[in-house]
């Protein structure tokens, strides 16, 4: 058994010991104060018999040529050898291109695969692609849709919120109330993209505990803040009429800085119009609030005084923004911090993602990363990310995005690396009907994910410990070496070797490659990145053999101090160079459903409509303790939190008694869209009419043949509504769902998510 050198993953830096190919255990590196339990899901993933082990074509479309087909997810594979893969492959993307066009490639490919700057298979795909003549390409993220498009158009950025947010050290320091809607999630805070070798959260909290600071947590979850807090658990999707009262409250007390709101906001006359209910007669009191989010105007009350009087922190989670009308939510946290007048002051103002990523309060690199070359891609047509299914199934058809008025391509090929949508994507019988009406499906992925499963074309890419890389991110001081820790499994190859043979056979190989090795490529990256650099790094070859190597960080900051100290200086890049609470730009897209300042908008997945008399649990759909989305859910901390096999679904104990319920029951979950089964754990830390069942339990239909089978493994975008945050900025609005729960009864079917598909030799 040999020790490896150190690696990195995105929940962790970590030494692996290494047996007959695989991981067979791992430890933190020594200067990670809080590592993750994630790492515990490597031992034993190199050889898992999920691994795709050779190059495969699905039996139909080796048989029956490209085309639309129903039988993706259920159909065998034939097992093809490297040089027939590549030849299939290259003469369909060259088909397509021919007589369809580049348009018609769909290379969105969204997708965290694995972190590593040169084998980042986004970078990889994308690069191959553009090169082929184009794609059709997505914009924004599942993780941000909605905040990627407001928040520009409101404070002039959002990268910058996270990348130079304030520090948890400043906030340790300086500040002693933090508001956190969605609360502050120790178990997001395990990840970053592009890796992670420090967790400061915790300790930071503690900190700022023992200093005597306060949080209050709004969330349906007490958990979602560890240790002390005062935890208010509203009716979920409601927390932008809470704000809205906070915000009254500010405004009829004389709470609100005015100066503030002058020197460094517009519009704020507009929409206290609408706080007020001077147009609507619906003044947005904590009475008001209280009807629709259940929280006392008491409590309310209480709270706006308290924040008014504390050094004040408001921070917005991500996941309130991934719900319908998500545009709202930090928009309107941007407006009650800007109200306070706090904004650019130690340890005051506003946040976004703390508790969501380990990237929000860390300090920022002075530096770039090192990065492979992207080139331009030809093709102009895009969608936002999350409206592959709309787009599969609606070519030709018009839809608002931002102010624009777009077209949806007609795709014939599906091009994906690096991301797995029966993890990520709403609403998954659609999801497999709109698949059905491509001509191919391409997936390049390590293990036989659903999304390689009902693929035609299955691609075996190495894992991020089989090649030699480096990583780092913009908010870690640790740039890391990555050296492989295994050979290949099987056949495996990595994506950049099958795209330089792709591109080889289309005639662009030496374009692609530009004669370059993989380690001459890391060589090539990393002087090119030394050379651009204001401070001195050592040579690639001592930073290779010392394994790491430490980037100056830009330290204590507090967001948006500099636009506050000098706000012509600093102008934002916004229209009028300040924080917009009314967006005259938005305002003139003339959208129902996202006006020109921030308000309430009833959804229809939530506890007091309509459909909650059908369905009445709120399910929260969040991300998993125990992985990184689907990653390594065949890994021991993500099997461990199964019941029966199956994905966790935490519920009260008053709600478990309705139904009848025990620990470690069996459940269906289900409404009009889709059904999964579940295990119950019994938890009084969710809030009643509220049910917890992360993402992530790898899609496993109990009839592969039918779209609208029941996933046996507890995948919850089997239910989630496949629509857009809005016609702003149509974000993925998957984090919440309404669901009734029953007791399974009989014997649950067997879980084969972790099965491979039928393989046939050729
Ligand atoms: N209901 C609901 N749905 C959600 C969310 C939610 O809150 N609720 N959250 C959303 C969010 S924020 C996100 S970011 C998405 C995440 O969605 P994804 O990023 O698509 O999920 P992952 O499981 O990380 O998928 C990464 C895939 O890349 C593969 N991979 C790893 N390394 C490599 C490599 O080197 N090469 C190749 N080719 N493949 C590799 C992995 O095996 C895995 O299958 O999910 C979204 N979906
Ligand atoms: N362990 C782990 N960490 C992760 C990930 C992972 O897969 N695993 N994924 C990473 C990624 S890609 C992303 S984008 C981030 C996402 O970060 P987030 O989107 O912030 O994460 P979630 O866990 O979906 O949601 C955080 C909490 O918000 C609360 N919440 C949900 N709905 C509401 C609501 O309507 N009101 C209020 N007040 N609270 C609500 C839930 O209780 C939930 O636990 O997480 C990252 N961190
Ligand atoms: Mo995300």
Redesign the pocket.
């Known amino acids: 058994m040999a020790s490896a050198p150190a690696s990195l993953s995105h929940w962790g830096a970590f030494h692996a010991q290494i047996a007959d190919g695989d991981i067979t255990s791992v430890h933190p590196i020594a200067t990670d104060v809080d590592p993750s339990p994630?790492l515990g899901n490597l031992p034993g993933s190199l050889r898992h018999r999920a691994r795709i082990a050779g190059p495969a074509v699905r039996r139909g479309w080796l048989d029956d040529g490209p085309g639309p087909s129903s039988n993706r997810g259920a159909d065998e594979f034939v097992a093809v050898s490297w040089d027939e893969l590549t030849e299939l492959l290259a003469d369909e993307l060259r088909r397509v291109v021919d007589q369809h066009g580049n348009e018609a490639i769909y290379g969105g490919s969204y997708g965290?695969a694995s972190a590593g700057r040169f084998h980042h298979a986004q970078s990889q795909v994308h690069r191959f692609l553009k090169m082929l003549g184009g794609y059709t390409f997505s914009r924004h993220s599942y993780?941000l849709g909605a905040t990627g498009v407001i928040m520009p158009r409101v404070v002039g950025t959002h990268d910058d919120l996270f990348k130079r947010s304030t520090n948890w050290d400043v906030i340790a320091e300086h500040t002693d109330l933090l508001v956190c809607?969605?609360?502050m999630?120790l178990?997001?805070t395990?990840?970053n993209h592009g890796g992670t070798t420090a967790h400061p959260a915790r300790g930071a909290l503690n900190r700022f505990r023992d200093r005597g600071g306060q949080i209050v947590s709004?969330?349906?979850?007490r958990d979602?803040v560890a240790g002390d807090c005062q935890w208010l658990a509203?009716a979920?999707?409601t927390?932008v009429a809470i704000m809205l009262a906070l915000a009254h409250m500010l405004a009829t007390e004389s709470l609100v800085d005015r100066n503030f709101l002058q020197r460094y906001c517009v519009g704020y006359d507009r929409f206290e119009r609408y706080l007020l209910g001077l147009d609507d007669g619906a003044p947005k009191s904590p009475e008001w609030a209280a009807d629709i989010c259940g929280l006392s105007p008491a409590t309310l009350r209480e709270l706006a005084r308290q924040m008014a009087a504390s050094r004040t922190i408001v921070t917005v989670?991500?996941?309130?923004q991934?719900?319908r009308y998500g545009e709202q939510a930090p928009w309107m946290g941007l407006t009650l911090a800007a109200m306070l007048g706090q904004i650019g002051l130690p340890g005051g103002g506003f946040g976004h993602?703390y508790?969501?990523?380990n990237e929000p309060g860390l300090a920022p690199t002075r530096c770039r990363l090192p990065a492979l070359p992207q080139g331009l891609n030809p093709v102009r047509t895009f969608i936002p990310v999350a409206a592959v299914s709309d787009m599969l199934l609606h070519p030709g058809e018009q839809f608002d995005f931002n102010g624009m008025r777009l077209t949806y391509p007609d795709i014939r090929c599906v091009y994906w690396a690096g991301g797995n949508p029966f993890h990520h994507h709403q609403n998954l019988p659609r999801f497999r009907r709109a698949l059905g009406r491509v001509d191919t499906v391409v997936v390049h992925d390590p293990y036989w994910t659903a999304m390689a499963k009902h693929a035609d074309i299955v691609v075996p890419s190495t894992t991020a410990y089989e090649r030699n890389d480096f990583s780092g991110s913009r908010n870690d001081p640790m740039f890391m070496a990555m050296p492989a820790l295994a050979e290949p499994y099987a056949q495996s190859c990595n994506d950049y070797q099958t795209f330089a043979a792709l591109a080889q056979r289309l005639g662009f190989g030496a374009e692609f490659t530009e004669g370059r090795t993989e380690e001459q490529w890391l060589h090539h990256m990393y002087r090119q990145w030394a050379a651009g650099l204001d401070f001195d790094v050592p040579t690639f070859e001592k930073f290779w053999s010392a394994g790491s190597l430490r980037l100056p960080v830009e330290d204590g900051l507090t967001l948006l101090a500099d636009f506050r100290a000098d706000p012509v200086a600093h102008r934002l890049a916004t229209p009028s160079g300040r924080i917009e609470i009314f967006s005259e730009t938005i305002d003139g897209f003339g959208y129902a459903d996202c006006v020109g300042h921030p308000r309430w908008y009833e959804p229809r997945e939530w506890l007091s409509g309509d459909r909650a008399k059908q369905y009445p649990l709120h399910l929260?759909a969040?991300?998993?303790?125990s992985?990184?989305?689907s990653q390594l859910d065949t890994g021991a901390t993500s099997q461990h939190a199964k019941i029966q096999g199956r994905e966790a679904l935490r519920i009260n104990p008053r709600d478990a008694a309705d139904r009848g319920l025990a620990d470690g029951d069996v459940v269906r979950v289900f409404n009009d869209r889709g059904s999964c089964l579940a295990g119950v754990v019994i938890d009084d830390a969710v809030r009643t009419d509220v049910v917890q069942l992360p993402t992530?339990a790898w899609y496993d239909p109990q009839d592969p043949a039918d779209v609208n089978a029941m996933c046996v493994h507890g995948n919850p975008n089997v239910l989630t509504d496949d629509q857009g945050t809005s016609s702003l900025a149509q974000g993925c609005t998957g984090?919440?769902v309404l669901v009734q729960v029953e007791k399974f009864t009989g014997t649950p079917p067997p879980v084969r998510a972790h099965e491979p598909p039928t393989l046939r030799p050729r």
């Open positions: 994630l965290w993780s809607f969605g609360g999630a178990k997001n395990a990840i709004i969330s349906p979850l979602d509203p979920p999707g927390d989670s991500w996941s309130l991934r719900i993602g508790g969501s990523m929260i969040n991300q998993p303790a992985r990184l989305h992530g984090a919440h």
